[in-house]
């Protein structure tokens, strides 16, 4: 199983760094779409469905913050997972992160096993990827 990822950062290097540990770290990636701040991402999901939003919490027009207070409001939209991956490392700025919604939270700088673990954790599958009942014993069916 693969999926789709939003990764929204207002630094363009930035974003090619996190898709590119992404890619390494061995998580099943589909398509990977792109957004420079909070704003540009709704534009985003306006026409793309996406399994999980990896945002930076500090951007210009839109924060990561803002972006998700929006995210948990609209029926359609408030159960995607959103993973924080920041600088900002203190207690404090976390439990916000959490408080608000955030599934995840990943302190820079990171590694592609830190990145991959805490996707899986936040989509809800193994360490293959897969969801659980995916792996269930096939003898179980009747058909």
Excluded at 6 to 27: C, N, T
Excluded at 116 to 138: A, F, P, Q, W
């Amino acid at each position: 199983m693969s999926f789709n990822v939003l990764i929204v950062d207002d630094s363009s290097s930035m974003r090619a760094v996190i898709k590119k540990i992404v890619s390494i770290s061995g998580f099943k990636m589909d398509q990977c779409t792109e957004a420079g701040n909070g704003k540009e991402a709704l534009d985003t999901l306006a026409g793309n469905w996406v399994d999980v939003i990896i945002s930076d919490i500090n951007m210009p027009e839109m924060n990561g913050f803002e972006l998700l207070g929006i995210l948990k409001k609209d029926n359609l939209l408030k159960d995607i997972p959103v993973i924080f991956i920041t600088t900002e490392s203190s207690e404090k700025r976390m439990q916000d992160a959490f408080n608000l919604g955030a599934n995840g939270f990943i302190k820079k700088p990171f590694t592609p096993e830190e990145v991959k673990r805490t996707l899986y954790e936040v989509i809800g599958v193994s360490d293959e990827g897969e969801y659980e009942e995916d792996r269930g014993d096939n003898e179980a069916f009747d058909f």
